[in-house]
């Protein structure tokens, strides 16, 4: 079985601030790992992807193996960061298209 | 930009009624997929369909869902006798076919009340 673990509803930073959402997983395979964003009244849409290995809007995430983790982070967070960050996992070659998501974490930027 | 819509974006129904939730994928998208999101809840993956016929399906999509793409460009979400608990938000998304790991655009949701 697939899970993924978003163990904080709610992160409130300073604008400025460093920010960390986290995203923990659990999968007895390969995992492809995403993070996906929804802001206010507006769709989810997808913020960056392991295997791409980019940094979006100041975001990067990097996925360790060992722990089971895809944070994703920010150095220095805006007050347009404010939404609802979705961690979510997929089996590589597995067939599957199916993404697991996590519960989310609503990421407040504070002025 | 292209983009997936859902029409209705809100739709209330009573218990026991059956509801059709539309979906316009994007055009040049092939695999399309419902998703769930009970409110406070999870968003849930229900199925995947490709080529006029389920690929995959969650254990949530039982015999009251069906899905179907009815002409070139809609494809619906039946549920065929309505549940209080099947209240949520429901969620289209399309992608291409090719690597498995290309992107999913999603719509914008249609609430779904049941009463």
């Known amino acids: 079985a697939q899970r993924v673990t978003q163990p904080e509803k709610l992160l409130s930073v300073f604008k400025g601030a460093p920010v960390e959402l986290k995203c923990n997983y659990s999968y007895s395979g390969s995992p492809e790992l995403f993070w996906y964003v929804q802001y206010s009244r507006q769709r989810l849409q997808l913020l960056l992807r392991?295997?791409s290995r980019e940094s979006i809007k100041g975001f990067t995430a990097d996925l360790n193996k060992g722990e089971t983790s895809f944070h994703l982070k920010k150095p220095f967070a805006q007050e347009e960061d404010s939404a609802m960050y979705y961690c979510a996992l997929r089996g590589v070659n597995t067939g599957r298209r199916a993404l697991t998501f996590g519960s989310g974490t609503r990421l407040q930027v504070q002025p | 930009e292209p983009e997936v819509t859902q029409t209705p974006s809100h739709q209330v129904t009573q218990m026991g009624q059956e509801v059709i939730l539309r979906c316009v994928p994007i055009s040049n998208h092939l695999y399309f997929y419902w998703y769930r999101q009970i409110l406070g809840q999870k968003v849930e993956f229900l199925v995947s369909f490709y080529n006029n016929e389920i690929s995959e399906k969650s254990e949530i999509f039982d015999d009251q869902f069906s899905v179907e793409r009815p002409d070139g460009s809609n494809f619906t979400l039946k549920i065929r006798s309505t549940k209080l608990e099947d209240s949520a938000m429901y969620f289209c998304?399309?992608?291409?076919?090719?690597?498995?790991?290309?992107?999913?655009?999603f719509g914008q949701g249609t609430r779904l009340t049941v009463v």
């Open positions: 392991h295997i």
């Open positions: 998304a399309s992608s291409v076919v090719g690597a498995m790991n290309t992107e999913a655009f």
